[in-house]
């Protein structure tokens, strides 16, 4: 008889019982094998999700998915950092972040996730460029390391391969919103890297899976105090999600916002100082700068001097894409057939956004995925997005919506015009960041 059986630990899980570690230790390596099956992973997902682990559960569940694969050691001569995110709608930072980081002496091995419930993926997004590679053995990740100094990449049959496995369950079972299986998924992920300094973008708000400043602090402060306890220094910070962070939702045309603020030729505010407060973080956690003010400056110089594109440019081609991505980006990406304004149905100041319901609209254009095996259409989504606080015309455009059919664009253009609050009150964005938190 086998040690463990899945269904007592699910049925255990089900009444809110705790499970021991090895337990967690025998499933995690069982999504890793294969022993566990899909209805299963689908089930635990489901149980966790609606019963919790309780800190020591969440620990054990994190150590075990970890314990599911290898874990990266690194011998180089400068710090090995990292940056993720909770999740978010035109979060694109993690495209721009890792070449700055670059540029400015660190090493980064990014192990990055796909689309998650309605919010978009790093690798997706990636994968918009033509030929780009996520899938790297470990020694094309060292390699590519060592050369470029960052590379964005899945997880694998080698690491966090319990994470590769239930993150696409949890992606179409509606078990995402859960402190314990975020903390597990993303740190197993991030301490299999063997970083030494990781920096956490927490999302708040109505594009974010926490939706309450309680439940993010409790997620920050879980994935700081996990991380550290397994002896990466970690800062976190909590950051505003009630709005898409690009005007752009969708892989390609997220690709295009990136690729406008690294080359200069239309930078995005949002995604500019995001991605310098985060990086300023990082760098100071890796002995790079003095302090994080210190190393936004540098993220700042390394995107303005055009250093942080050159590294994107080296690590797209290491990748696979077109060695000339960097100079060519607007003839190399997809684009799709039918583009249309939505219009505003009336005058006003846009005071809330649904940004949930706009990742939403972005999966049900093709740009996510609703059953695991679909296939991401890289070209749809929306762009030109209205923020909050915006003024607008009756009739003007709140955004564009990128589709693969006319029905299929009419159907988005409904569903954004929905997601929009509008009112007659003057309104200041919210703040981009809400706290910081540390271990
Ligand atoms: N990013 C991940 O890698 N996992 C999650 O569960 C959420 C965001």
Request: aromatic share 4%; proline share 5%.
């Given at each position: ?26 499933f ?49 001569p ?17 495209l ?35 030929g ?35 993150y ?11 402190l ?10 991030k ?83 995001l ?10 956690l ?47 990406l ?22 949930e ?50 029905a ?32």
């Amino acid at each position: 008889m086998p040690e463990f059986d899945a269904r007592a630990i699910l049925a255990d899980l089900r009444q809110g019982k705790p499970v021991s570690a090895g337990a967690l230790a025998w499933f995690a390596r069982g999504l890793a094998s294969g022993e566990v099956s899909d209805a299963q992973a689908g089930a635990f997902a489901m149980a966790v999700c609606l019963r919790g682990l309780g800190e020591e559960g969440r620990v054990a569940l994190t150590r075990a998915m970890l314990a599911s694969g290898g874990r990266l050691d690194w011998d180089l001569p400068g710090p090995v950092l990292d940056k993720h995110s909770t999740g978010g709608i035109g979060d694109c930072v993690s495209l721009l972040l890792a070449p700055a980081l670059a540029a400015c002496g660190a090493y980064v091995p990014m192990i990055s996730g796909r689309g998650l419930g309605h919010t978009g993926g790093t690798l997706d997004k990636l994968e918009a460029i033509p030929g780009f590679r996520s899938a790297l053995s470990e020694a094309d990740l060292r390699q590519q390391v060592l050369e470029c100094r960052a590379a964005i990449v899945s997880a694998s049959a080698e690491i966090a391969p319990a994470d590769r496995r239930l993150y696409a369950v949890r992606d179409v079972t509606g078990t995402v919103e859960s402190l314990d299986l975020i903390t597990a998924s993303i740190l197993s992920k991030k301490l299999a890297a063997g970083l030494e300094g990781l920096v956490l973008d927490v999302k708040l708000g109505s594009g974010a899976f926490m939706k309450t400043e309680a439940e993010a602090r409790a997620l920050a402060q879980a994935l700081v105090s996990t991380a550290q306890g397994a002896g990466c220094m970690t800062t976190a910070l909590i950051t505003d999600m009630n709005q898409p962070l690009a005007h752009a939702a969708g892989n390609a045309l997220e690709v295009i916002a990136v690729m406008e603020t690294l080359t200069g030729t239309s930078v995005n505010p949002a995604l500019w100082d995001l991605t310098t407060a985060l990086g300023g973080e990082a760098l100071a956690l890796g002995g790079l700068a003095a302090d994080a003010e210190d190393g936004a400056a540098r993220i700042g110089a390394a995107l303005e001097s055009g250093a942080a594109a050159e590294y994107f440019g080296k690590m797209i081609a290491a990748q696979g894409g077109p060695a000339d991505f960097v100079d060519r980006w607007p003839d190399r990406l997809p684009a799709a057939p039918v583009v249309v304004p939505v219009p505003c149905p009336a005058a006003g100041v846009v005071q809330r956004i649904d940004a949930e319901a706009l990742g939403q609209v972005v999966v049900h254009l093709g740009g996510g995925r609703l059953r695991g095996d679909d296939r991401i259409n890289p070209s749809v989504g929306l762009s030109e997005i209205a923020g909050l606080g915006e003024v607008l015309m009756a009739g003007e455009p709140m955004a564009m919506v990128h589709a693969a059919t006319e029905a299929a664009a009419q159907a988005a253009v409904q569903a954004v015009q929905a997601a929009y609050g509008l009112g007659e009150a003057e309104l200041d964005p919210p703040p981009l960041i809400h706290a910081r938190i540390t271990g």
